[in-house]
């Protein structure tokens, strides 16, 4: 059973980076043709898809979050993590990490709140 978990900050403020780690057990991340998403629903929204690391390193990201987004992994700790800059209270969402494969996300974390404010 591949199980992820979110970790990081509950509060960031404004401008600055916001960094969460996703850690996998009961799966490698580097196991063939799957990629590892972030994914965030800010309050009263629908999911919005950020980026993906694929079982490569071959990062993807969402056209409108690629300037201030930075996906990157440790495969010796089976993490991936995300990193978004210049954070605006726009950004509090509740952020997922997800395993997909031919675009099905099959495993999901159970999601982090993350707020922006001063």
């Known amino acids: 059973q591949v199980q992820l978990q979110e970790s990081g900050p509950g509060l960031v403020k404004p401008s600055q980076t916001l960094s969460l780690t996703c850690t996998v057990s009961?799966?490698?991340?580097?196991?063939?043709?799957?990629?590892w998403s972030w994914i965030r629903q800010p309050p009263g929204k629908g999911l919005e898809w950020m980026g993906a690391?694929?079982?490569?390193?071959?990062?993807y990201y969402s056209p409108s979050l690629k300037s201030r987004t930075s996906i990157s992994r440790d495969t010796s700790k089976n993490q991936f993590t995300l990193q978004l800059s210049s954070v605006t209270p726009e950004d509090t969402a509740v952020y997922y990490c997800?395993?997909?494969?031919?675009?099905?996300?099959?495993?999901w974390g159970q999601g982090t709140q993350v707020t922006v404010s001063s």
């Open positions: 997800a395993r997909g494969l031919a675009g099905n996300d099959d495993y």
């Open positions: 009961g799966g490698s991340i580097t196991t063939n043709y799957y990629y």
């Open positions: 690391i694929a079982y490569r390193g071959s990062t």
